[in-house]
C-alpha cells in the first residue's frame, strides 16, 4: 500500500530557533498533503493543507508566518516551524489523500515529536 | 465547537469485556472513518462507512454508520490488550470535495490483561 514517511522522527531544539520536517509521499504522487498537530492526550488538529505548486491553505488560528509550509514537488510537503517555543512541542502528523478514484482514504506518516527547550 | 463528539474519552476494561464507543454529530457526513492510533505513532485507518444504516465487521470491531449518517460506533468483542490504543472517528469537510479530514477528539482504550 501507499506509504507516507517523515523525517525526523523526532527533534529537540532550542527555543528561537527554527525546525524544518518532512513529509514525503513514497510510491505516490501527492497534490495535496495536510498536516496536523497533536497534543498529548489529545486529538490531531487539522493545522493546514499543503497544495503542490501554490500556497498552504491554512485553518483559523494558525500563524502562516510561523508555520511555513512548501509543497515544492509532488511527493514532499515541508513544514517549517518558525522561532520556535515550548509551546510549539507537540507530535505533527501529515497525511495524503489516496490518488485512487473513489477512494476515501488517507495516508499518514509515522509523525515528529517536536521538543523544544 | 466540535464538529464530532466522541465518548466516553476515557476507557478501562478487563481483558474479555465488550465496549462500544460512540460517535455523533448534529451534520450529516458522505461517510466517516474509524482510526486507531498508538502512541508515538501515526493513525492508522480501520474503516470507512459510507451508507446510512451500514454494518461492517472487522474481526472482533463491528463498525455502524447511523441512518441519517450522522453518528457511528465501534463495538470491541473480548477486547484483548493489543487493542489498547485510541480511537478516532473522522468526517471528511462538508463544504469541499474530498480533501480534509476532522477527527473526533477520541477515545482513549485500555485493555487490562
Known amino acids: 500500500g501507499a506509504v507516507v514517511s517523515q523525517h525526523p522522527s523526532w527533534v529537540i531544539c532550542k527555543s528561537g530557533t527554527s525546525v524544518k520536517i518532512e513529509c514525503r509521499s513514497l510510491?505516490?504522487?501527492?497534490?495535496?498533503m495536510f498536516w496536523y498537530r497533536q497534543f498529548p492526550k489529545q486529538s490531531l488538529m487539522l493545522m493546514a493543507t499543503s497544495n503542490e505548486g501554490s500556497k498552504a491553505t491554512y485553518e483559523q488560528g494558525v500563524e502562516k508566518d510561523k508555520f511555513l509550509i512548501n509543497h515544492a514537488s509532488l511527493t514532499l510537503s515541508t513544514l517549517t516551524v518558525t522561532s520556535a517555543h515550548p509551546e510549539d512541542s507537540s507530535f505533527y502528523i501529515c497525511s495524503a489523500p489516496s490518488t485512487l478514484p473513489n477512494v476515501d482514504t488517507q495516508y499518514f506518516g509515522p509523525g515528529t515529536r517536536l521538543t523544544v527547550l | 465547537t466540535q464538529l464530532l463528539e466522541q465518548s466516553p474519552q476515557f476507557l478501562s476494561i478487563q481483558e474479555g469485556e465488550n465496549l462500544t464507543v460512540y460517535c455523533n454529530s448534529s451534520s450529516v457526513f458522505s461517510s466517516l472513518q474509524w482510526y486507531r492510533q498508538e502512541p508515538g505513532e501515526g493513525p492508522v485507518l480501520l474503516v470507512t462507512?459510507?451508507?446510512?444504516?451500514e454494518v461492517k465487521k472487522l474481526k472482533r470491531l463491528t463498525f455502524q454508520f447511523g441512518d441519517a449518517r450522522k453518528d457511528s460506533s465501534l463495538h470491541i468483542t473480548a477486547a484483548q490488550p493489543g487493542d489498547t490504543g485510541l480511537y478516532l472517528c473522522a468526517a471528511l469537510r462538508l463544504k469541499t470535495s474530498y480533501d480534509k479530514v476532522i477527527f473526533g477528539p477520541g477515545t482513549s482504550l485500555s485493555v487490562i490483561p
Open positions: 510510491d505516490f504522487q501527492a497534490t495535496t
Open positions: 462507512v459510507v451508507t446510512g444504516g
